[in-house]
């Protein structure tokens, strides 16, 4: 079957950084996404991984490693406002979308 | 900045009653996708269309629920008869459907909450 594992909540202090981890088993690769959902809104675009590496984007950062399945995503100066839950989502070999349930992060002041 | 659309924000109905739910897709967006929500759960897909066909409905209820997007472009969900257990965020999503980039931009969604 497919699978994608995410921890289901970390806690993080305002300003510090914090390293959300993914990995994924799943039937052929094309790409993996981080969302960002606020509570009682829709999940919003943050990142697309397709080759193995790092791909920074402000203070967010994405890496992927497609031979160990794990991706992360990194936020860096954590804000209050970042709180909100991370998927992580994995395009299969049919180019269907596997999404994982989040990760809670709760930033503390 | 084009959004996908989604009507009502907000339902609440009682059980055994039947609600539907509408989507308008970003212009030009040929693949639009339905998910319901559970909190503290990821999205979990019932219905992908392509253009007007259905692509994927493995995961629809089909005693109860039915999607359609005659045209090929809004899509409207219904559910008849609603359960309790149908209560969750129902989340529209629609991307260009090119097989090598498949981001979706998602709707602001429906709370549904069954009495």
């Known amino acids: 079957g497919q699978n994608i594992d995410q921890p289901t909540e970390m806690t993080a202090t305002e300003g510090a950084i914090v390293q959300i981890n993914c990995t994924y088993q799943t039937s052929g690769f094309n790409g993996l996404f981080w969302y960002q959902q606020h509570a009682g809104e829709a999940p919003t675009f943050l990142s697309y991984?397709?080759l193995d590496g790092l791909e920074e984007k402000g203070r967010f950062s994405s890496f992927l490693s497609r031979s160990k399945g794990y991706s992360y995503l990194l936020l860096k100066e954590l804000q209050m406002k970042d709180s909100a839950s991370y998927l992580c989502?994995?395009?299969?070999?049919?180019?269907?979308?596997?999404w994982g349930a989040g990760t809670k992060l709760i930033i503390k002041p | 900045e084009a959004e996908v659309a989604q009507s009502p924000r907000y339902k609440i109905t009682e059980k055994s009653q039947a609600v539907a739910f509408w989507c308008d897709p970003i212009?030009?967006?040929?693949?639009l996708y339905w998910y319901r929500q559970i909190l503290g759960q990821g999205p979990e897909l019932l219905v992908q269309?392509?253009?007007?066909?259905?692509?994927?409905d493995s995961q629809l209820p089909k005693d109860r629920f039915s999607a359609e997007r005659l045209k090929g472009v809004d899509s409207t969900l219904k559910i008849q008869p609603a359960e309790l257990g149908d209560s969750a965020m129902y989340l529209c999503a629609s991307s260009l459907g090119e097989a090598t980039y498949n981001e979706q931009f998602f709707g602001p969604g429906t709370r549904l909450t069954v009495l």
């Open positions: 991984n397709v």
């Open positions: 989502a994995v395009t299969d070999s049919n180019y269907q979308l596997i």
């Open positions: 269309f392509q253009d007007e066909s259905v692509v994927d």
């Open positions: 212009s030009g967006h040929a693949t």
